[in-house]
């Protein structure tokens, strides 16, 4: 069974920082492609940045500079750094994982399993205070 286990969330201060990690588990053929999506109250699920297997990162343009993902392959676990954190950040912060890339979607209204996309994490609020 795949499972994803967000942790490190929590509040921190306008241009302060955090880093919150997932450790996946379950895939045991193929490594995944990981992501990291976030939802506001009120706004769109938004992919902020993705790793894929090879190592290969990208970044929403609302993150590039900022945010980090960086991935630990030893020990199964996926990193967002984040830093100069501004209150706009502040959301759930999800990890996704699939085999397929294209999977990857940039916004949908919701964040969380969908049919073909099923591999998620329960989320870790990130507040930042201004």
């Known amino acids: 069974e795949v499972q994803l286990v967000e942790s490190g969330g929590g509040s921190v201060e306008a241009g302060g920082s955090l880093r919150i990690s997932c450790i996946v588990s379950?895939?045991?053929?193929?490594?995944?492609?990981m992501g990291w999506y976030r939802q506001a109250p009120g706004k769109e699920c938004e992919l902020v940045p993705t790793?894929?297997?090879?190592?290969?990162?990208s970044s929403a343009d609302s993150v590039k500079g900022r945010f980090t993902i960086t991935q630990d392959y030893a020990d199964n676990t996926v990193f967002l750094q984040m830093n100069s954190l501004q209150p706009e950040d502040t959301a759930v912060y999800y990890c996704?994982?699939?085999?397929?890339?294209?999977?990857?979607?940039?916004?949908?209204?919701?964040?969380?399993?969908?049919?073909?996309?099923?591999?998620w994490g329960q989320g870790t609020q990130v507040t930042v205070s201004s």
């Open positions: 790793i894929s297997v090879d190592g290969t990162t």
């Open positions: 996704a994982a699939d085999l397929l890339f294209r999977h990857f979607f940039a916004r949908a209204e919701v964040c969380g399993p969908r049919p073909g996309f099923n591999y």
């Open positions: 379950g895939f045991t053929s193929e490594k995944p492609d």
